[in-house]
């Protein structure tokens, strides 16, 4: 069982910078695929980014391309994401969650384990 726990969320400006990181219990951290999602107030939990076990692979949503990076610290059992240049439409409550497999996943529902969120707010 994988425990896993967002921080770094809270208010920004728009065009500001939020670091998010989550932090995994388990020791083979390193043998999951990790994603992040997001769910804005009223509207479905929408991909944001995922990485691959390695660390060699990414993949965006389209809306966060070229602003957000994730990464991941297998030493650590932690992964990031760091999002620049925030929009208003950014604000949203981000989740962090684990899979298994050897590629980079988009869809939610194959993920096993997820965190609590963490609220991102961005003001105009």
């Known amino acids: 069982q994988v425990q896993l726990v967002e921080s770094g969320g809270g208010l920004a400006q728009a065009g500001g910078s939020l670091r998010l990181s989550c932090a995994a219990s388990e020791r083979t951290f390193s043998n999951y695929a990790m994603g992040w999602f997001r769910q804005a107030p009223g509207k479905e939990r929408e991909f944001v980014a995922a990485i691959n076990w390695s660390g060699t692979r990414t993949y965006y949503a389209d809306s966060v391309k070229g602003r957000f990076t994730i990464s991941r610290d297998s030493a650590r059992n932690t992964v990031a994401l760091q999002m620049n240049s925030l929009k208003p439409e950014d604000t949203a409550v981000y989740y962090c969650?684990?899979?298994?497999?050897?590629?980079?996943?988009?869809?939610?529902?194959?993920?096993?384990?997820w965190g609590q969120g963490t609220q991102v707010t961005v003001s105009s």
């Open positions: 969650a684990a899979r298994g497999g050897s590629g980079v996943y988009t869809d939610g529902a194959n993920y096993a384990y």
